[in-house]
């Protein structure tokens, strides 16, 4: 009984990790990770949108003597599709401004990411369909797209 118990749990387990990775869209680039972050920011800003903040992971690291991976994140939004989802539900301030991350993993592909905003906000009281979501969606594909170089 243990046993049959112990394997449930890592289904579970294993299958939340898969929900999770299913929530993020990969934009591929054969760009570097500084080069997709800079097009990324360019594409935003000449969108209209306003770049808050760009984290660097890496050299968070170094600050500290630890090593890491090229990664950075850029978080950036536009009052105009996260106000109606705010006014929708104030818990979408949680997620809001949009993030994507650029990194390189294991065998040097560099990656744009972001979570999908619909499964971003499938848990509060939004509408999949509302159309400030379907905004957020097309914007990130088209600036994380435009930033790949596809």
């Known amino acids: 009984m243990r046993g049959h118990i112990i ?3 890592a289904i579970a387990i294993a299958g939340a990790g898969q929900a999770v990775a299913d929530d993020l869209v990969r934009v591929k680039t054969d760009k570097s990770v500084t080069a997709a972050m ?3 920011q360019a594409a935003v ?3 209209g949108a306003t770049v808050f903040a ?3 992971h890496a050299a968070g690291a170094q ?3 630890m090593e890491l991976g090229d990664a950075q994140v850029l978080i950036f939004g536009n009052p105009k599709l996260g106000t109606p ?3 929708a539900d104030p818990l979408a301030g949680l997620f809001l401004p949009l993030k994507v991350l650029a990194y390189g993993d294991a065998d040097g592909q560099v990656w744009l990411v972001y979570e999908s905003p619909k499964e971003m906000l499938d848990d509060l009281d939004i509408d999949d369909d509302a159309e400030y979501v379907q905004k957020m969606t097309g914007a990130l594909a088209k600036l994380t797209g435009k930033a790949a170089g596809s």
Request: no cysteine; hydrophobic share 50%; aromatic share 0%.
């Open 54 to 56: 760009r984290v660097d």
């Open 7 to 9: 394997l449930a749990a």
């Open 38 to 40: 800079d097009s990324l």
């Open 45 to 47: 800003e000449g969108a």
């Open 85 to 87: 989802a705010m006014q």
């Open 63 to 65: 600050k500290v003597d």
